[in-house]
C-alpha cells in the first residue's frame, strides 16, 4: 500500500511548478512572502544520501529568496497510518545527509551549510502527536535547554483541513483529496466529483491521481470513474480515466505474471503464467469489489488457460465478481 502513497506524492512533485505551489502553501506566511518567484529547483537524487529509509517519499528542492539568498526545502510524505515516534531523529539524519553531501571533502564549507526546512506531509488516521523537535524529546531541564539549538520541521496533517483549503492551485488540491481520505470511508462519487473537477485534461498527473484512486478505494470502479467523468466532464474526452484504467490493469498483470514465472520454474512454464493471470483477475476483482466469493474463485479455477485472458480483461469493466462470466450465462440461457 505505501508505494501507491508514494507513487501519487512523487507524481505530485515531479514538477516544480506544482511543487512551488505545494511549498508556499504549507510553509508559514511569514516565510512564504520571503520566496522568489521562480519555480523551485529539484536537486540531483545524489545530493540525498540514498540510503534514506525507504518508508518515506523524499524530495529536496532550492529556492531562491527575495532578498538573494538560497533556502532548501525538504519535503517528505509519512505515509504510515499512525505517526512515527522516530521522527524527530529521522529528520535530523536527513539533514545531516544533506548537509554531509554539500560539504563533501570541502571542509571550508562548514561555515556557510544552506539553511533546511523539511516539510512533513501526513494524512495517516491518527492525529499528529510527535513532537516536532529534537530538542523537544531530549531530557533536558530548562537551563540545559538554553544550550541547545533547535531543529525542527514542520507538520503539514491535511487530514483536518477543509477540502476546498488543502491547496490554492486546483490540481495539487485534486491530488491531495485522495491521500487526506484513503484511511476513511468517503461517498466514492463525491469524492471522484471533486477530484476529477480539478485535474487537468492531458496532465500526466492525472493519470496518477486515477490510477492511485482504483488502487486504494476498492468501491470505485472503472465504471464508475466514466460516469462521473462524463457528468463533470459532458464535453470532454474520457482518455485519462482510459489510460489511468490501462495502466492500472497491467500494473495488476505485470505482478501477476512475475509471480507466474516464479510458480513455472517450480511446476512447469504453462501453468506459472495461468497461475500469474489467476492472480490478476483476482487482484482487479479484490481491488474493485473486496474478498473475492467463494464460488466466483471455484468458477475461476475452472476455467482453461486461454480462457483466462478473457476474463483478466473482463475483470477491469464488470459490475460485479459474477459478470465477469455473462457470457458463459448466456450461453447457458440460450
Known amino acids: 500500500m505505501g508505494q501507491q502513497h508514494d507513487l501519487l506524492f512523487r507524481a505530485l512533485l515531479d514538477d516544480p511548478v506544482r511543487a512551488g505551489i505545494l511549498i508556499r502553501d504549507y510553509l508559514p506566511a511569514d516565510i512564504a512572502a520571503r520566496l522568489g518567484d521562480e519555480p523551485p529547483v529539484p536537486l540531483d537524487g545524489s545530493f540525498v544520501d540514498r540510503t534514506l529509509t525507504p518508508s518515506w517519499v523524499d524530495r529536496l528542492f532550492s529556492v531562491r529568496l527575495r532578498d538573494g539568498g538560497t533556502l532548501l526545502i525538504y519535503v517528505l510524505l509519512e505515509h504510515k497510518s499512525h505517526p512515527d515516534p522516530r521522527t ?6 536527513y539533514l545531516v545527509d544533506i548537509w554531509e553531501s554539500f560539504v ?32 523537544d524529546v531530549i531530557g533536558a531541564d530548562e537551563g540545559l535547554r538554553d544550550l541547545l539549538r533547535d531543529f525542527r520541521y514542520l507538520v503539514c496533517n491535511i487530514v483536518p483541513i477543509p477540502d476546498d483549503q488543502l491547496s490554492s492551485d486546483p490540481e495539487v488540491r485534486a491530488a491531495l483529496l485522495p491521500l487526506k481520505y484513503v484511511y476513511r470511508q468517503p461517498d466514492p462519487e463525491m469524492l471522484l466529483e471533486a477530484v476529477l473537477s480539478g485535474l487537468r485534461e492531458g496532465s500526466p498527473l492525472a493519470e496518477k491521481v486515477l490510477y492511485y484512486m482504483l488502487e486504494m478505494y476498492p468501491r470505485i470502479s472503472v465504471d464508475m470513474m466514466r460516469m462521473v467523468n462524463g457528468r463533470v466532464r459532458p464535453n470532454r474526452e474520457q482518455d485519462m480515466v482510459s489510460l489511468a484504467a490501462q495502466q492500472w490493469l497491467n500494473e495488476g498483470h505485470a505482478r501477476g505474471v512475475i509471480e507466474g514465472k516464479a510458480e513455472g520454474r517450480a511446476e512447469g512454464k504453462a501453468e506459472g503464467r495461468a497461475e500469474g493471470k489467476l492472480e490478476s483477475i483476482r487482484l482487479a476483482l479484490e481491488t474493485r469489489f473486496g474478498l473475492v466469493p467463494p464460488e466466483v474463485e471455484a468458477r475461476l479455477l475452472q476455467a482453461s488457460p486461454d480462457r483466462l485472458d478473457t476474463l483478466l480483461r473482463r475483470s477491469l469493466t464488470a459490475a460485479s465478481p459474477d459478470d465477469v462470466f455473462a457470457d458463459e450465462e448466456r450461453r447457458q440461457d440460450s
Open 104 to 135: 563533501g571533502d570541502d571542509a571550508s564549507r562548514m561555515r556557510r551549510l544552506p539553511p533546511v526546512i523539511p516539510l512533513v506531509f501526513y494524512h495517516g488516521r491518527s492525529a499528529w502527536t510527535v513532537p516536532t523537535s529534537v530538542i
Open 88 to 93: 524527530p531523529l529521522q529528520v535530523l539524519g
